[in-house]
């Protein structure tokens, strides 16, 4: 009799469970679907054609292109030093790089409108030299970089922490130096973190809303990028507004998808 009083509070565990995964499910996938299925594809042509959508896109992969590389640049020599050396005060540098992550964008545009708007810390130096940052395209890759850098630096960290310091100790025992060993060794092992970095972090500035609009403002062909573009067309064109988020939802798809193919082939390369 217990037997079976357990059996059954197995299966109504297991159809509860079932539930509750189905609903987090359709929670998730209907608003994303509902995209695809309320977007007038007959009308895709005339979106197509829409300055606004454009300007947009190629604003946005402009910016988010330039975005990775300075942040593959920098952050790869931080993030290769905090895996490697220990030095005073890294836990607080570790801290102050991860702080974007966690505080709100708007707040990230503020700070970066502080520091370098016509009257900010630094900006009102820039400012006498004929040098103005803020609501510029420049700042829109500032605020992409602040925001995103701490994406990939926090990925490939953790990818250096990965490699096995024999085949780094073997290549400078057959004297090779530093900048060889890191070029030759270290940065191909991590490759796959690396890699899968640098996509989140392109994603991410590819994303960006709250510190662009606060630190460059929303000008047509100048700072409005997708998701600016994507806000303001909500006001007055609801299909151009769809699709740049149909983009958005299609390029989040394949970003995820890029880096779980990329950390199981990482998984597999170290297990062989």
Do not use: C
């Not at 925001?147 to 057959?174: G, K």
């Not at 600016?228 to 699709?243: E, H, P, R, V």
């Amino acid at each position: 009799m217990a037997g079976i009083t357990r059996v059954k509070r197995y299966k109504g565990l297991t159809v509860l469970v079932f539930f509750l995964f189905l609903l987090a499910l359709l929670y998730i996938a209907l608003p994303m679907a509902s995209l695809f299925i309320k977007m007038p594809w007959d009308s895709l042509q005339g979106v197509l054609g829409s300055p606004v959508v454009a300007n947009a896109l190629k604003l946005s992969l402009m910016t988010s292109g330039i975005t990775t590389l300075i942040v593959v640049i920098l952050g790869t020599p931080i993030a290769h030093v905090n895996a490697r050396h220990k030095y005073p005060a890294k836990e607080l540098v570790d801290t102050v790089i991860d702080l974007p992550v966690v505080i709100p964008p708007a707040v990230a545009g503020l700070a970066l409108l502080m520091a370098f708007g016509r009257r900010g810390v630094l900006g009102q130096y820039l400012n006498v030299m004929g040098i103005d940052i803020a609501f510029s395209t420049v700042a829109v890759v500032m605020a992409q970089v602040f925001v995103a850098s701490p994406f990939f630096i926090r990925q490939a960290r953790t990818s250096f922490e990965d490699v096995d310091r024999s085949y780094e100790n073997a290549a400078r025992t057959l004297g090779a130096s530093p900048l060889y060993t890191f070029a030759y060794v270290t940065a191909p092992i991590a490759m796959n973190g690396l890699i899968s970095g640098a996509i989140l972090s392109w994603a991410r500035a590819l994303g960006e809303f709250g510190a662009t609009i606060m630190f460059a403002g929303n000008f047509e062909g100048h700072t409005q990028t997708m998701p600016l573009a994507i806000y303001t067309a909500m006001q007055g064109d609801l299909n151009a507004s769809i699709f740049l988020s149909i983009i958005l939802v299609a390029v989040s798809f394949i970003v995820i998808a890029a880096i779980k193919i990329l950390t199981r082939r990482g998984l597999i390369l170290a297990q062989d």
